[in-house]
């Protein structure tokens, strides 16, 4: 029988000296407050039980339809471990590894406790990659990715988050990614915990000179599913294109934080995500572009749409620009409320049920953003997940 090594014991120097000082500064870090901006909206009144962190990764889940209309690599990242074999660490790189910063109790305990994120760079990006990551238990796990595009090339990656079991958990998913000058990269997260796990997820895409990055996420599950990302636009000329799509129901909370930080000159950043919230869901998006002295000539634009489906559920949208620069051009504009009833109307008087009219608004809501994520067979799974959940809603008189 094969000895599960101690977390830590193969960290490379750099790694070993970081993880000691945040698990040094754990010791005095409080659960974040929804009186801080930055966790507004959220009830954090839960133990995220940190040390309860495994030393080894549980059973594998099975394949499921994602994985079985699925044709490029796949890496499986199992409860905060990498196990697929040669996909190399960050905790074992040689070089340092630019990461999240340790600027809260979640992103310390990730420094902390991660096993070590996978590091998907060279080899491991000539074709689409699909990260599979998994929560088997109840334990808190620290699941990571962090991609190193090379200057010039391109890169296309799918990260999937699901739940295994029934059991609930608190599951702290950090993906990072380095986009080398003149490299353009493709990233799609879709969150499809279960719905007693709380998700605590971060995300910084750092792009160089003429780099670009499409992002694409997808909110689907969680009891809590928070995602805060940082786009940091560092060379001149780069740029990213962001969408989202988010479907709420039963007492789930999913809360987006996006925060995009124009530095380099000439760049721009189209910031674009639409959700549904049913039953006594809440969704929360806080969007900010800022714009530094430096980022003269930047483009920057963000809109959010909100569809209120039942009279419990609730939408926060707060976007926000923080400008220093003095010749930029921008723009943001958000929604909230219900299904447009002249178009029900309209819809009915072409022969429609009002419930296939509904149907036909929510599906075509959302199909501007879901025809953004590059891989189709993944899209199709999308619509027929989140249009699931509109159809069985009205099937049982909840909207």
Same mark, same amino acid.
């Given at each position: 029988?094969?000895?599960?090594?101690?977390?830590?014991?193969?960290?490379?120097?750099?790694?070993?000296?970081? +993880?000691?000082?945040?698990?040094? #500064?754990?010791?005095?870090?409080?659960?974040?407050?929804?009186?801080?901006?930055?966790?507004?909206?959220?009830?954090?009144?839960?133990?995220?039980?940190? =040390?309860?962190?495994?030393?080894? =990764?549980?059973?594998?889940?099975?394949?499921?339809?994602?994985?079985?209309?699925?044709?490029?690599?796949?890496?499986?990242?199992?409860?905060?471990?990498?196990?697929?074999?040669?996909? =190399?660490?960050?905790?074992?790189?040689?070089?340092?590894?630019?990461?999240?910063?340790?600027?809260?109790?979640?992103?310390?305990?990730?420094?902390?406790?991660?096993?070590?994120?996978?590091?998907?760079?060279?080899?491991?990006?000539?074709?689409?990659?699909?990260?599979?990551?998994?929560?088997?238990?109840?334990?808190?796990?620290? =699941?990571?990715?962090?991609?190193?595009?090379?200057?010039?090339?391109?890169?296309?990656?799918?990260? +999937?988050?699901?739940?295994? &079991?029934?059991?609930?958990?608190?599951?702290?998913?950090?993906?990072?990614?380095?986009?080398?000058?003149?490299?353009?990269?493709?990233?799609?997260?879709?969150?499809?915990?279960?719905?007693?796990?709380?998700?605590?997820?971060?995300?910084?895409?750092?792009?160089?000179?003429?780099?670009?990055?499409?992002?694409?996420?997808?909110?689907?599950?969680?009891?809590?599913?928070?995602?805060?990302?940082?786009?940091?636009?560092?060379?001149?000329?780069?740029?990213?294109?962001?969408?989202?799509?988010?479907?709420?129901?039963?007492?789930?909370?999913?809360?987006? #934080?996006?925060?995009?930080?124009?530095?380099?000159?000439?760049?721009?950043?189209?910031?674009?995500?639409?959700?549904?919230?049913?039953?006594?869901?809440?969704?929360?998006?806080?969007?900010?572009?800022?714009?530094?002295?430096?980022?003269?000539?930047?483009?920057?634009?963000? &809109?959010?749409?909100?569809?209120?489906?039942?009279?419990?559920?609730?939408?926060?949208?707060?976007?926000?620009?923080?400008?220093?620069?003095?010749?930029?051009?921008?723009?943001?504009?958000?929604?909230?409320?219900?299904?447009?009833?002249?178009?029900?109307?309209?819809?009915?008087?072409?022969?429609?049920?009002?419930?296939?009219?509904?149907?036909?608004?929510?599906?075509?809501?959302?199909?501007?953003?879901?025809?953004?994520?590059?891989?189709?067979?993944?899209?199709?799974?999308?619509?027929? +997940?989140?249009?699931?959940?509109?159809?069985?809603?009205?099937?049982?008189?909840?909207?």
């Amino acid at each position: 029988m094969t000895e599960t090594p101690t977390l830590g014991s193969t960290d490379a120097a750099w790694m070993a000296s970081r +993880r000691s000082a945040a698990v040094d #500064r754990l010791a005095d870090l409080a659960m974040p407050s929804e009186r801080e901006e930055i966790w507004r909206y959220l009830d954090l009144d839960f133990d995220p039980d940190i =040390p309860s962190a495994p030393n080894a =990764p549980g059973g594998a889940g099975g394949r499921d339809t994602v994985l079985d209309g699925w044709h490029g690599d796949v890496v499986s990242i199992i409860d905060g471990f990498v196990v697929t074999e040669g996909v =190399p660490t960050i905790a074992e790189a040689d070089d340092e590894v630019s990461l999240v910063g340790d600027d809260d109790l979640f992103s310390t305990a990730f420094t902390a406790y991660a096993p070590g994120a996978a590091l998907l760079t060279g080899d491991q990006l000539t074709s689409q990659v699909l990260v599979d990551v998994q929560s088997t238990s109840s334990a808190t796990t620290f =699941p990571g990715v962090h991609i190193e595009v090379p200057g010039g090339s391109d890169a296309s990656v799918i990260v +999937r988050f699901r739940s295994t &079991t029934d059991v609930g958990a608190t599951v702290v998913p950090t993906v990072t990614a380095n986009v080398g000058d003149n490299a353009r990269l493709t990233l799609t997260m879709i969150q499809d915990w279960n719905y007693q796990t709380r998700s605590l997820g971060r995300g910084v895409i750092s792009l160089h000179r003429d780099a670009s990055v499409l992002f694409n996420e997808v909110g689907l599950g969680a009891k809590l599913g928070r995602l805060h990302l940082d786009i940091n636009f560092v060379g001149s000329g780069s740029n990213a294109k962001v969408y989202g799509a988010y479907f709420g129901e039963d007492n789930q909370t999913l809360d987006y #934080r996006y925060f995009m930080n124009h530095i380099g000159v000439h760049t721009r950043s189209d910031m674009f995500l639409k959700g549904a919230v049913e039953d006594n869901a809440l969704s929360v998006f806080t969007g900010m572009i800022r714009i530094e002295e430096t980022g003269q000539k930047t483009e920057a634009f963000q &809109t959010n749409r909100n569809l209120i489906l039942s009279s419990g559920a609730a939408a926060q949208s707060v976007p926000n620009l923080e400008i220093l620069a003095n010749d930029v051009m921008c723009g943001h504009g958000s929604t909230v409320g219900p299904l447009d009833k002249d178009q029900r109307y309209y819809l009915m008087s072409r022969g429609l049920t009002p419930e296939s009219a509904d149907r036909l608004q929510v599906r075509g809501f959302f199909e501007e953003v879901i025809t953004q994520i590059p891989d189709e067979a993944i899209a199709a799974w999308v619509r027929d +997940r989140i249009n699931g959940k509109y159809v069985a809603a009205q099937q049982e008189g909840r909207v």
